[in-house]
């Protein structure tokens, strides 16, 4: 007891407070710690000034800064620097230069300025224009300028507002730079009329010009930063490349020379940081997909994204672990005991318990990792292409080889067709070599990749169960056991509730069918359908499909517990489903395959032995509405064929009018509402669920009673 308390304790702290990214990192780790001995590189003998004894070659790519920094340079220095044209500003000096107008009128207004003012009068105006205008850019105007302006007559203000806007739009039309700017002010400046300004308001406007005509086009430091910057990220670094050969055979060694076999860590004396480094973003690579690959199942079942990352991460992990081991295999010299690896088992169990797709994603980014590993216990540089052959198409057999609706893989079938595929592809590869052929060595090769499909299926039956109970799992395979109809269960229903046991298979008929049609799962309708109405075996004999003799006892008891009794079932078959231990999925399905519904014949019957009126809610089932697109398909397979059931002389028409009535009041009632199916899938549920009715009620040839055989004499 108290060992099953702390196992539950345990796993319940792993499923919460390991994240994600945690999880993903530990298998990173793990993968790292597997593959650090690929990145211990081996110093060569080499001396500046002396002639090379062999060609050396770069262990891994790298990135040749130095070179890369000075093709950045290069590219910087060429670059040409940026001017901007802001061809809107002439607009805003225009209306900074109205703003100034209307301010000197209002100003001139509110004081009562005119060209007879005292001086004191004119000063205090000017000085309050000026503090108007204090936060404005363009305001270092003169007192002399300011003075003219206020005291011009209001006609003449006007025509000096109109003629310095024209001005200055015009000569800001086109691009004015810092070098231009004084020679564009005074163009402006001379062209200013003298036939409509005297000379006192004209040299006022002298001044407004220069203050607001000013340079739109000029330097722009930003974007010149930008372009060097840009053009320095268009310098492709300059590249070592993996197996690249920095020093030929017979060649002097330079200084360039040793300084790309240091850059690529073959003359370090001490510890060198980038062979690892380059291991890390390998493995990250890896990650990356390991996690993308994770983050689309989320999307689609973010109810099991827990079990998906604890499964794949074990299974990813253990894989590798395994090929570790049996790499070691090797150091016993025997000819061919590599291909004994059962990387399949990886595949085969991913394939069952999540998908085809992560199976074979899985298969390719495991054979990545095997043939490091492998080329680390061959001594290799980098990775056993010819290993990275095997375990690629070993691992791909084991996720596609398996069939959807095929139980435990059969170790004959299955493990034969992996054994197969790998004797293929050992034969091949020693075909490519090139090599004489021996009989034991290549019988022992062959035999050990024959022995490796076997020992893949056998060990995926022996691990599928502890995935299956230790992460509450519900496999194909698991659900095809559970519909075997000698489960205890099953066998309860038939005994205890004939009739219901009928009317589930004919439910489950019908889900399966319309499930394949919107594309959910089918196999799991069909099971949960099996067991949906497991609760009506506590009470069988008030539910009208187990009423064999007739006596239907709700006749005897009153609407309120004719109520209490039939809407129990849903949650006593949950209880019961769960003391058998059943997938949760079957029992949420079982526990929501009546939604909200209303018991309409008790509510109607209870309101006719009422005086008072009675709330419908008390007739509902309590819920919860169904959650998923399987529990939604068996809760309109199972209300149709209860009501088909119950008709009188059905046949297609009927049946099609009765399929409609029902999906449109389930659908009216809102029982989907909390369900991700569609109206469009809902639609094609009904459609396909009619289809399958019309089949089993469709018209027959009615035969006289007294048709008799008539004998034909053939002689």
Known sequence: MITHQLKNRMKEFALTYLSDWGI???????????MVGSVLPKNPNV??????????????????????????????????????????????????????????????????????????????????????????????????TLSALLTASDHNLQIAEDI?????????????????????????????????????????????????????????????????????????????????VIVKKGELVTNDMIRQLKLVGLLDEHFNIIPFIGLLLLIGFIMFIFWFEYYRFREKHPKYSVKFLYIYALMFTGAATL????????????????????????????????????????????????????????????????????LLLSSLSGALVLRKRQARPKIIQTGGSIALVNVLVVLSLLMFQNTPFTLINTSLSLGFAAISGFIAVILTNGLMPLFETGFSILSPIRLIELSNPNHPL??????????????????????????????????????????????????PRFFVENQMDGVNPHDKISPQLSRTIIISHPYDGADILRDYHMPKEIIDIAEQHHGTTLLKYFYVKAQEQSEKPIDESEFRYPGPKVQSKEAAVVELADSIEAAVRAMKNPNPVKVNNLVKSIFNDRLSDGQFDECDITLKELKSVEKSIDETLRGVYHSRIEYPKDLKMKKVNTK
């Not at 993903?24 to 597997?34: A, F, K, Q, T």
């Not at 309050?128 to 105007?141: F, G, P, Q, T, V």
């Not at 199976?359 to 290993?387: E, Q, T, W």
């Not at 099953?490 to 004939?498: D, G, T, V, Y």
């Open 323 to 390: 090929m570790k081991i049996c790499s070691f295999l090797r150091l016993t010299n025997v000819s061919g005991i590599s291909y004994l690896v059962p990387l399949a088992m990886a595949t085969l169990i991913i394939r069952i318990l999540l998908s085809e797709r992560v199976a074979v994603v899985s298969g390719l980014l495991l054979a990545l990792v095997g043939s490091i590993l492998y080329g680390i216990s061959a001594k290799a540089a980098i990775f056993d292409s010819n290993m990275a052959i095997y």
């Open 47 to 144: 001396k500046l000034h002396e002639i090379a004894p062999s060609d050396i070659q770069s262990p891994i790519d790298t990135v040749d800064t130095q070179a890369t920094q000075e093709k950045r340079q290069e590219a910087i220095g060429s670059t040409p620097s940026a001017y901007a044209y802001n061809k809107n500003l002439g607009l805003i000096q225009v209306e900074k230069v109205g703003d100034l107008f209307d301010t000197i009128a209002a100003v001139k207004k509110d004081d009562k300025i005119t060209s007879d003012s005292p001086q004191g009068a004119i000063d205090h105006a000017v000085s309050s224009i000026a503090n108007r205008l204090a936060d404005s850019a363009d305001s270092k105007l003169s007192h002399s």
């Open 490 to 539: 099953l066998r309860k229903i038939l005994i205890e509730a004939p009739g219901t046991y009928h009317h589930s298979l004919m439910v489950a008929n019908l889900a399966e069918r319309a499930c394949g049609v919107i594309g959910a799962n089918g196999l799991l309708a069909r099971v949960a359908a099996y067991y949906h109405d497991v609760g009506k075996t506590k009470r």
């Open 164 to 244: 310095a806007s024209t001005s200055i739009y015009e000569a800001m039309s086109d691009k004015v730079g810092w070098n231009d700017l004084q020679r564009v002010q005074d163009k402006a400046s001379a062209q200013l009329p003298s036939s409509v300004l005297n000379d006192r308001i004209r040299k006022a406007l002298n001044e407004v010009l220069h203050a607001y005509i000013t340079a739109n086009y000029s330097f722009d430091a930003n974007a010149t930063k930008l372009n060097k910057q840009e053009a320095a990220r268009n310098v492709d670094n300059v590249v070592i490349h993996q197996g690249e």
């Open 24 to 34: 993903v990192l530990i298998v990173g780790l793990i993968l790292y710690g597997l």
